[in-house]
């Protein structure tokens, strides 16, 4: 099973920052956060990890809170293509790639 | 750098035939994954590879199998198809294996829609 819970949709205005929340408060202290989209009919894209520092990249932002049970993915200013499903994935580090485990995610909808 | 390719990308088969699906991972990726995505179950971890060994396994039945070459290509067969294997097969790759990437990403292909009538 999937160790995050996330909305099950969110609407944002375009040009709007959006934030997606996500809880995983069973994280344990080796886990990363990952953060995957996928548009319609197209494999999962990456978008960004962390462990416990914030991150930011060309895509968007990772908000890690202190105690690691909760974190939020910022799309800065919103576009209608960054209309996607978004997944909040844990993982253990580990010598191999290890399975990835996909919840449902989030089903963001920009609007213009 | 191009990215995972899968080939091919629509295929049609019946019932009780077999299927072969093919990936190539980004350059420099020994690691392969694969996932299948339905409506109803979302995705789900089929397997990895890494080094031409498969070193985990997700809860499929023996009629899904894979391997992987000695260039990190990788294929996937599906024997005695059934309606229910009617998915969107995802490959991923990632540089995990290799010393100090064991937190690195998967970076997915566009999959192969697999259709059984």
């Known amino acids: 099973d999937a160790k995050t819970t996330q909305p099950p949709s969110m609407d944002c205005a375009e040009g709007r920052a959006a934030n997606l929340p996500c809880n995983h408060s069973?994280?344990?202290?080796?886990?990363?956060v990952y953060w995957y989209r996928q548009i319609h009919s197209q494999g999962p894209q990456y978008i960004i990890h962390?462990?416990?520092n914030n991150e930011t990249n060309e895509m968007a932002s990772l908000i890690i809170t202190e105690d690691r049970k909760s974190s939020t993915l910022i799309l800065p200013h919103a576009t209608l293509r960054d209309t996607a499903v978004y997944y909040c994935i844990v993982r253990v580090r580990g010598n191999y790639g290890q399975n990835f485990v996909f919840g449902p995610g989030t089903r963001l909808s920009v609007l213009p | 750098k191009a990215g995972v390719t899968q080939t091919p990308r629509y295929l049609i088969k019946t019932r009780g035939q077999q299927v072969t699906l093919s990936c190539s991972p980004i350059s420099g990726h020994r690691s392969v994954s694969w996932y299948q995505q339905t409506p109803g179950q979302g995705l789900q971890f089929l397997f990895e590879?890494?080094?031409?060994?498969?070193?985990n396994k997700g809860n499929f039945p023996g009629r899904f199998s894979g391997r992987q070459f000695s260039n990190s290509r990788s294929e996937m067969n599906v024997s005695t198809l059934e309606l229910g294997d009617s998915a969107l097969y995802l490959c991923?790759?990632?540089?995990?294996?290799?010393?100090?990437?064991?937190?690195?990403?998967?970076?997915f292909g566009n999959g192969t829609r697999l259709t059984v009538t």
């Open positions: 590879y890494f080094s031409e060994t498969q070193r």
């Open positions: 962390g462990l416990k």
């Open positions: 069973t994280i344990s202290g080796n886990e990363y």
């Open positions: 991923a790759s990632s540089l995990a294996g290799w010393r100090g990437h064991g937190n690195s990403p998967l970076h």
